[in-house]
Antibody, heavy 118, light 110 residues
């Protein structure tokens, strides 16, 4: 059974860069797409972007100028960087596996709360 | 980026059926049979309930069913149970965007 686990700092200062890593276990990261999704406290889900194991990416247009998603197949990990963060970027960040044929998210990590505050 | 429209809340008594709507446009829900639904209990990660409008992953009870008509997709919970009290989100492929979520619906079991 595939499992995903987010890791990274829980507190980031305004204007700095948010960095998270998702470690995939129980299966290979190859041959799948992988995504980041976030959820501000008390609000709904927002798709951030996805990456293919080959490195191909696609980002939410509203975040594209600040987002980078990368992948390390040797470590079975993929990562998120979001720069120039503000309080509006405070959220629980989820990593998820994408079934790309019909674009749905079949496995999710437990989520990591990242707070942007000085 | 557009978001799909869901009612903020629905409620029902145990054993009843409730239906959650998810309204989009011809560029997302109406244009593709790629609607999925997710259940989220408090402080938990979302869980896939329905994909490709009507399909259930293994392990999801058949009380949960999906459908679509035009630009509106629906999730029906039949025989409502206490453990169904949660937030539910729809999601659709949206072409150039390419992913849009609904705002979420809170289901309350009375």
């Amino acid at each position: 059974q595939v499992q995903l686990q987010e890791s990274g700092p829980g507190l980031v200062k305004p204007s700095e860069t948010l960095s998270l890593t998702c470690t995939v276990s129980g299966g290979s990261i190859s041959s799948y797409y992988w995504s980041w999704i976030r959820q501000p406290p008390g609000k709904g889900l927002e798709w951030i972007g996805y990456i293919y194991y080959s490195g191909t990416t696609n980002y939410n247009a509203s975040l594209e100028s600040r987002v980078t998603i990368s992948i390390d197949t040797s470590k079975n990990q993929f990562s998120l960087e979001l720069n120039s963060v503000t309080a509006a970027d405070t959220a629980v960040y989820y990593c998820a596996r994408v079934q790309m044929a019909t674009l749905h998210f079949d496995h999710w990590g437990q989520g990591a709360l990242v707070t942007v505050s000085s | 980026q557009p978001a799909l429209t869901q009612p903020r809340s629905v409620s029902g008594s145990p054993g009843q059926s409730v239906t959650i709507s998810c309204t989009g446009t011809s560029s997302d829900v109406g244009g593709y049979n790629y609607v999925s639904w997710y259940q989220q209990h408090p402080d938990k990660a979302p869980k896939l309930l329905i994909y490709d409008v009507t399909k259930r992953p293994s392990g999801v009870p058949d009380r949960f069913s999906g459908s679509k008509s035009g630009n509106t997709a629906s999730l029906t919970i039949s025989g409502l149970q206490a453990e169904d009290e949660a937030d539910y989100y729809c999601c659709s492929y949206a072409g150039r965007y390419p992913v849009v979520f609904g705002g979420g619906t809170k289901v309350t079991v009375l």
